[in-house]
Every structure is written in structure tokens, then in C-alpha cells.
């Protein structure tokens, strides 16, 4: 069943985008303009196919969006990770321990909607008022923020589990060496751990790409113009998806339905080679050449 | 007690610390404030967030919220409560058969190169975004199909979204009953249905419950797929499993805040407050249980 499903999912998306795939061409990727074009007026058939007058269907917009927003998500997310998880491993004694570490689990099981309530209830308002030189609070810095802490456990907690398994007698010779306890973390164990630090990475770098519903209520839904500044609002691929529902099915000639299931499909696409990916590094294919080479 | 052991140190060897010690032992202090300051800012946010929620939606809270339908602007919550229960339960008695069974394969017979590959599709659609398996709900169920937005097409969607956690988790219970407890059953002379429905499976149960659990606390947060299968609608629900959208609670939080009117924002509040109850409630839970008898 589930390989049927997966295969369902991939096929329908594929079947239903195909003839927007034939219309849209190569530029799907590369134009800027998302128009669904008069939907009033009679379709006029271009490339074989039936579109409404002016219709052009561009996604970089999104595509950038999409990049941009989880980019700096994990710029701010993998520090945070990396010390919350070293805090957690080294200088919290064990009996509070598992209650932190919990309380750094729970934030990943927060429903998208919830975070992006409080987006909108205390993070725009906080950077309309301190940070944002326009008064606006909604846009790619706010997405950013809600990105990375929805991320940020993912990394933390394969980061600590990680560190609570390096060997103690690493520990203990770099100890031995006259280390400080810091240093002992940073520069005989943090190395030890790299290759499951950089696998949650892209793991959460997966997560954050598909998020929907929180980037959608703090991100703005910029259109048709690419982000200038931290400031600017931004529409991701998937929020675009759910925002556009009401306006696609308006489209009597259901292009704009067809080209929605080809982003759907581009999206698919994305976050599959970014898990396959995560998948290499954490099932240690890299760590074992590394171990064969001591 | 580390500021006083380090003073009393260097108060005794203060000639034989070299600046270089000095300036170690500062790097090491700012890297664990840097650390401490950055697990507040990972857990800081949470309590946030649970206080606001809680906050704004205990004081919107009443016993006319339960007992009324929304409607444009306000009202109560009752026809999203029962559509949230209905899809999620709807979802569950989807999904918990194949997941489970898809388990049981993948813990009993699964160590083969099919086995491999479900597992790694089912890793895949895992990861696959919600909002791609609702728009293919969409362009399947509600267009090809022609069921409109309906309760049948939402709680197909959640199903296909939570069965490869309930096959994952599955199949992790099982593996954890001894082997010697299948042998045991075949010696005396038990066949391959008994052994896994009658010994394997009820020795797994607590694991398999835990699993349900996790993907009914999953099914009740999630937003995105359903915007695109179960519409939305002001009214309880009808009954019907086609052609007839229905609400759910995440809904009201994320068109209700929206709205220019208080009334709404409260709205969205307590929705939130109760999305927010049941998800944590099950998360806790099942993770104190599990912490307690070491499993999973």
C-alpha cells in the first residue's frame, strides 16, 4: 500500500501536469510573472493548448522564495541546534536532563498553524516595532524566524544524541591533554559528530523547504517580484499552492489548476533529493569512509 | 562553586598563569554562556507560545464556545470540533489497518530487498511536504472524482499522511518482542497467523497504542492537506461523506486571525488552545510512558 500511495501521488501529479508541463516549457523555472491571465474572456488556444488571454505561469518567484527563506532558516537554526545541544549534553546535570530535552522535543510536534499564530501574534509585531525599518513586521525575515524554530529541534536533538554517544575515553584523553570542558566539546567531540550533525541538517533543511502553513501566515505572499531585502514579502511553493486555491478553480479552462499540480510536483521533486540526500549522510556512508581511512 | 574553585586557584598560581591560560579559560566561559543562551532561545520560544495560546484562549473560553456553530466572524467552535473528530478518527480507521499490517510485513517478513524498498519509500513519503499529498487529494478525490471538498477526501489524505509513521512504529514494537517468544508458539505447534495475531502482536500492543496515538496527534495539527480536500464549513456535519465540505478546528486559527474583528482573534485562540491541549497532551504522555518502561 504505502509504495502504491508514493507511486499514486507521483503518477497522478504527473499525469494532471503534463499538459502544463507542455505549455509552461522550460521557463516554468525561470519566469517571474505568476498570471492567471482574463479569465473572463474567451481562451485563446496557444501551443495547442486552451489558456485564458494573457496567461503566464513563472515560478521563481517562489522557487527563490522557497530557497532563500530555508537558507537563512538554517543559518539561524544550526547554531542555535549546536549549542542548545551541547549545553544539554554537557552542562545540564542528568536529572534535568530528559525534562529540557522533552521540552526541545515537544517544540517539534507544535502544529505548523499554531507557530504561524504566534507569528503573527507576537513575532510581527515585535519585528514591526525593533527591527523592520518599515513598520511591516510580515516577510522573509519573519519566515525565516518561524522556519528556524521549527527546525531547530530536528538538528538539536540527532545533535544530541550524537554527543551523549561519543566514547568516553575520547572525553577523557582530550581531559587528560589538559583541555578545558569546553574545549573538550568543541574540538575533541563536536569533530567526532560532524557527519550526523551535517545529516539533521539536511534533514531539517527538507522539513523547512515543504512548510506550509506557518510560512503562509507570516510571509507576506510577495508575487511577482523577487525579495530585495530581509523585509521583502515572499510567497514559498508551498504557501503559494494553498493561497492560490480560490483564484485557480475560477479558470474555466483549468490551466491554472494543471500548473499548480506541476509546482506541486517541483516541490516533490526538491524535498525528495534533499531526504535521499539526508538519508546518505545518516546512514553513514561517509562516516564508514572515514573510519576505513584511520 | 566553579567561580570560586578558579578564584582560589588563581589566586595561587597567579605568576604561573600565562595570558594564554587566561584567555582559554574566557573563551570557554563565553562558549557556555553562548550555549545556555541558545537552548533559552530554543525552549524560550515554546513556553511562549504556550502561554500566549493559553492565555488569549482560556480567556476566550466559555461553554457557549462548545455548544455553537461559528459563523462568519465568531460564534463557537462545535461544528470544527466535530469535524476535527471526524477527520482525525475518520483518518485513523483508514490508516491504523494498513499501517499496522505494513508493520507487521515489514517486521516479520521485511528483511528482503522488498522489504528494503518499502521502507525506503515509506521514508519518502514521510518527508514528501503535506501540501503535495493534498493538492494530488485534490486533483484526485475532489476533481477526477468529482466528491467536491468532503469529509472522505480529508480523511483519505490524513490517512495516507500517518501511515508510514504507524508502519515505522509498528514495526519498531515488533522487532522488540524476543524471538524466543516466536519459537516458543511454533514449538507448540502454533501456526504463522497465531504466532503473529495471538503472541506477537498482544505483546507489542503498548507499542503499536503509542503509535496510533502519535499519528492521531498528527492528524488533529494538520492544516495544509485539508485546506485543499475538506473545504470548510459553517455547519455541523451532515453526514455525508461526499459532496459536502466540513470544518475543522485548524481552519478557524488560520482564516479567523485574519479577520479585521476580535471576536475572530478569539475565535482563533481558542481553537489554537484546544489543537494545542490534545497534541501536547498526547506527546507527554506517550513520552513519559515511554520513558518509564524503556521502550521504542
Known amino acids: 500500500m504505502i509504495p502504491a500511495a508514493l507511486c499514486a501521488v507521483v503518477l497522478f501529479l504527473a499525469i494532471y501536469s503534463a499538459q502544463a508541463v507542455g505549455f509552461n516549457g522550460f521557463g516554468f523555472v525561470s519566469r517571474i510573472t505568476w498570471d492567471l491571465g482574463n479569465m473572463y474572456s474567451d481562451p485563446v488556444t496557444i501551443r495547442g493548448v486552451q489558456v485564458p488571454p494573457g496567461a503566464s505561469y513563472g515560478i521563481l518567484v517562489f522557487v527563490v522564495g522557497t530557497l532563500l527563506s530555508s537558507f537563512i532558516a538554517i543559518l539561524i537554526a544550526v547554531p542555535l541546534s549546536i549549542g542548545a545541544a551541547i549545553f544539554l549534553s554537557e552542562a545540564v546535570p542528568a536529572k534535568i536532563r530528559p525534562v529540557l530535552s522533552l521540552l526541545v522535543e515537544l517544540v517539534a510536534v507544535v502544529p505548523s498553524v499554531v507557530f504561524g499564530l504566534w507569528g503573527i501574534a507576537v513575532l510581527i509585531p515585535f519585528i514591526g516595532h525593533y527591527i523592520s525599518p518599515t513598520g511591516n513586521g510580515y516577510g522573509l525575515l519573519a519566515a525565516s524566524i518561524v522556519l528556524a524554530l521549527m527546525i531547530t529541534p530536528i538538528i538539536a536533538t540527532t545533535l544530541l544524541d550524537a554527543l551523549l554517544q561519543v566514547p568516553k575515553e575520547n572525553r577523557e584523553s582530550a581531559f587528560a591533554l589538559g583541555a578545558t570542558h569546553f574545549e573538550v566539546v568543541s574540538k575533541a567531540m563536536l569533530p567526532m559528530v560532524r557527519a550526523t550533525l551535517i545529516g539533521g541538517i539536511v534533514l531539517a533543511l527538507g522539513r523547512a523547504l515543504g512548510e506550509t502553513m506557518a510560512v503562509l501566515m507570516v510571509s507576506g505572499g510577495g508575487l511577482n517580484i523577487l525579495p530585495t531585502s530581509l523585509f521583502s514579502p515572499i510567497s514559498t511553493i508551498a504557501s503559494f499552492i494553498v493561497s492560490q486555491l480560490d483564484s485557480a478553480e475560477q479558470d474555466p479552462t483549468n490551466m491554472a489548476v494543471r500548473s499548480l499540480a506541476e509546482i506541486a510536483l517541483v516541490l516533490f521533486i526538491i524535498t525528495l533529493a534533499v531526504n535521499a540526500g539526508a538519508k546518505l549522510l545518516s546512514s553513514g556512508v561517509l562516516t564508514n569512509v572515514r573510519h576505513r581511512k584511520q | ?296
Open chain 2, 1 to 296: 562553586m566553579s567561580v570560586t574553585a578558579s578564584s582560589s586557584a588563581s589566586s595561587r598560581s597567579a605568576k604561573v598563569r600565562s595570558t594564554q591560560d587566561i584567555r582559554r579559560a574566557t573563551t570557554s566561559a563565553i562558549g557556555w554562556i553562548a550555549c545556555g543562551i541558545a537552548l533559552l532561545l530554543v525552549i524560550g520560544p515554546l513556553i511562549d507560545i504556550v502561554w500566549v495560546v493559553t492565555y488569549r484562549g482560556a480567556s476566550a473560553f466559555s461553554l457557549e464556545l462548545l455548544t455553537t456553530d461559528t459563523n462568519g466572524t465568531g460564534g463557537g467552535l462545535l461544528n470544527a470540533i466535530e469535524g476535527t473528530a471526524v477527520l482525525s478518527f475518520g483518518a485513523m480507521l483508514i490508516a491504523v489497518p494498513i499501517g499496522v499490517a505494513a508493520g507487521i510485513y515489514l517486521s516479520e517478513y521485511g528483511n528482503n530487498k522488498l522489504g528494503g524498498t518499502i521502507r525506503f519509500l515509506s521514508d519518502v513519503l514521510t518527508g514528501t511536504p503535506s501540501i503535495v499529498l493534498g493538492y494530488f487529494s485534490y486533483i484526485v478525490f475532489v476533481i477526477s472524482l468529482g466528491w467536491a471538498f468532503s469529509a472522505l477526501a480529508g480523511a483519505i489524505t490524513l490517512a495516507i499522511l500517518i501511515v508510514p509513521y504507524l508502519a515505522r512504529i509498528t514495526e519498531l514494537a515488533l522487532r522488540q518482542v524476543p524471538n524466543t517468544m516466536r519459537e516458543a508458539a511454533f514449538a507448540l505447534g502454533a501456526r504463522e497467523p497465531a504466532v503473529i495475531f495471538k503472541i506477537v502482536l498482544p505483546s507489542a500492543a503498548s507499542g503499536v497504542v503509542t503509535g496510533a496515538l502519535l499519528a492521531l496527534a498528527i492528524s488533529v495539527g494538520e492544516t495544509a492537506p485539508l485546506i485543499y480536500t475538506a473545504g470548510w464549513s459553517n455547519y455541523s456535519w451532515d453526514g455525508r461523506l461526499t459532496h459536502s465540505p466540513i470544518g475543522y478546528l485548524t481552519y478557524v486559527i488560520w482564516s479567523f486571525i485574519d479577520q479585521p474583528f476580535a471576536e475572530s482573534h478569539a475565535l482563533a485562540f481558542a481553537a489554537a488552545f484546544l489543537v494545542m491541549l490534545v497534541v501536547l497532551a498526547i506527546n507527554i504522555g506517550v513520552r513519559l510512558a515511554v520513558r518509564r518502561t524503556k521502550f521504542v
